[in-house]
């Protein structure tokens, strides 16, 4: 594909980051002038990793007993309904830790 700025270069898939946010995208980048454009699929995956950015909360850990506890914040303790006692399932990637709470 050829640039559709300067009409010379031709665009090259470019790795690129939102120094910010350290969010990594792929853009096309015009190896003449430098221009960068991104196509529709790769947009809807930067704008995918900000929803999920957005959705995240930092946690801390702390020791309890041999094992360590992670404090959850209120509002997802509420959005998901979650009481003492109540039990919830914890699942490992390699990315991290998911925990699904129990109805
Ligand atoms: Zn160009």
Same mark, same amino acid.
């Given at each position: 594909?050829?640039?559709? +700025?300067?009409?010379?270069?031709?665009?090259?898939?470019?790795?690129?980051?939102?120094?910010?946010?350290?969010?990594?995208?792929?853009?096309?980048?015009? +190896?003449?002038?430098?221009?960068?454009?991104?196509?529709?699929?790769?947009?809807?995956?930067?704008? =995918?990793?900000?929803?999920?950015?957005?959705?995240? =909360?930092?946690?801390?850990?702390?020791?309890?007993?041999?094992?360590?506890?992670?404090?959850?914040?209120?509002? #997802? +303790?509420?959005?998901?309904?979650? #009481?003492?006692?109540?039990?919830?399932?914890?699942?490992?990637?390699?990315?991290?830790?998911? #925990? #699904?709470?129990?109805?």
């Amino acid at each position: 594909m050829k640039c559709p +700025v300067c009409n010379k270069g031709e665009m090259k898939k470019n790795k690129d980051i939102m120094e910010q946010d350290e969010v990594e995208f792929e853009v096309l980048k015009c +190896v003449d002038c430098g221009e960068e454009l991104m196509t529709m699929k790769q947009l809807k995956v930067l704008a =995918k990793k900000y929803r999920e950015l957005r959705k995240s =909360k930092e946690v801390t850990f702390a020791r309890w007993g041999n094992s360590l506890a992670v404090r959850i914040p209120n509002e #997802i +303790v509420t959005e998901f309904n979650i #009481i003492e006692g109540k039990h919830g399932i914890l699942t490992k990637d390699k990315k991290g830790i998911n #925990i #699904i709470p129990i109805a």
